[in-house]
């Protein structure tokens, strides 16, 4: 907040000792020497009428960005790189190639699992015929009770033989398939961990391969303190604040160079507990990303837009005057005599600032000269013309 201080060079340090002598007698109840008022002429001043009214309101907090998914590559069997398929920090597409495993014992090992289903089939076909041969003879009491069983028992252990013989040719294709590392998701890869020729395992530290980050949409983390978090429920409750787009925030991001993000997002998490360490509430905005421009780990602004106070009182932040006892303004009185009034204040609003307490509607409130004037000052006000080209409401985080 750019505010005025009643400090000034030296040349001024006379008379602004006794300018902020008087002003703090002012605040202790005390009036200056009518006399010595009378020896000055009325100074000429700006002037604010004060007035209620509805003030977009912007707050503004420190982020982080993310990738909506963070997915960590890894081998799924262990075995020789031979290549890497991607361009490091390039995206990718769900199913792209990105690394070649040596496929060689594992395409050995499916045509050993192939050769011993076709055995197991053999032995299937000719234990089924057996049971073909002795079901009949049984009924005509031609062999006996044992012969049926056995040849029964020899065709369902061929059935499971043949069935186990499948599963193990369907995991030797698996584990084949495997040698080929496709990309999970669409994303943006990150530097490989393993170079080609290295040994692969499939070890919590020997598998990772790269890292692949999805950008559209980026999540952007962030935290507003628990103060913060309470004094907008507050505001709400008793109708002074005011969302306008059903109730939700409306996201906008400032970047390093002070530009505003192309896309605009929502809040899509905000934390139910705050945290013990920081006393801040975790919070995350999810923003359309679809060129990428904004990468994970990327600092930002987080502007939360959207929101409105009602019957608000603003002032310029030039008029405002901060002090040992706190924030004041000049308030023109009857007589156009200038009294100082302190003042509380919230957030700025372009080049206003927003006064909680001290302030009613009405009210006049000196604009500029403030340094000069002193308690109980005659002063000559004119109508104060604001500069249109003020900026968005902020909150500093």
């Known amino acids: ?19 902020a002598l008087a002003a703090s007698l002012a605040g202790c109840g005390q009036k200056a020497d009518p006399a010595a008022q009378a020896t000055l002429p009325a100074m000429p001043v700006s002037v604010i009428k004060i007035s209620a009214r509805n003030i977009p309101v912007n707050f503004e907090y420190v982020g982080q ?17 031979l290549k890497r398929a991607y361009t490091e920090g390039r995206p990718v597409k769900q199913g792209d190639l990105l690394f070649q495993l040596d496929p060689a014992t594992y395409q050995a090992t499916l045509e050993q699992a192939a050769a011993a289903l076709k055995v197991q089939e053999a032995q ?9 041969r002795v079901m009949p003879l049984f009924k005509e009491n031609a062999v006996s009770q ?33 040698t080929r590392v496709t990309a999970p998701i669409s994303g943006m890869t990150s530097q490989e961990t393993r170079s080609e020729g290295s ?36 505001l709400q409750e008793k109708g002074l604040l005011k969302l306008k787009d059903n109730g939700h925030f ?15 997002g929502v809040l899509n998490f905000t934390d139910s507990l705050v945290d013990s360490t920081t006393g801040t509430i975790r919070s995350r905005a999810s923003l ?15 502007l939360l837009k959207g929101a409105e106070r009602i019957n608000a009182i603003a002032v310029p932040q030039r008029a405002v005057l901060t002090t040992q006892q706190g924030k004041m303004v000049w308030v023109v009185g ?40 002193r308690p109980g000052a005659e002063v000559k006000p004119q109508p104060y013309r604001a500069d249109a080209s003020a900026p968005a409401a902020k909150q500093p985080a």
């Open 146 to 178: 044992k012969d049926r069983d056995d040849a029964v028992a020899a065709y369902q252990a061929a059935q499971a033989q043949v069935a186990a013989a499948r599963a193990k040719l369907k995991e030797a294709q698996i584990n084949l398939d495997y």
């Open 199 to 234: 040994l692969v395992s499939t070890s919590a530290d020997g598998s990772l391969l790269t890292k692949i980050s999805q950008l559209d949409p980026i999540y952007v983390n962030f935290s507003m303190s628990d103060s913060d978090q309470m004094n907008l429920r507050k």
């Open 334 to 373: 009857e007589g156009n005599k200038v009294q100082p009034r302190p003042i509380t204040v919230s957030q700025d609003v372009g080049l206003e600032v927003l006064v909680e307490n001290g302030l009613k509607p009405g009210e006049q409130v000196v604009v500029d000269n403030i340094i000069k004037l």
């Open 65 to 81: 960005a993310a990738g909506s998914r963070e997915v960590e590559v890894r081998a799924r069997v262990g075995g020789i790189l």
């Open 1 to 19: 907040m750019s505010m005025h201080s009643l400090s000034l060079p030296a040349r001024h340090g006379k008379w602004l000792l006794l300018s």
């Open 250 to 264: 409306e996201v906008a991001l400032k970047l390093a160079d002070g530009s505003l993000f192309d896309h605009s």
């Open 124 to 132: 299937l076909a000719s234990t089924r015929q057996d049971y073909e």
């Open 288 to 302: 359309a990303n679809p060129q990428g421009k904004i990468l994970p780990g990327q600092f930002v602004r987080v």
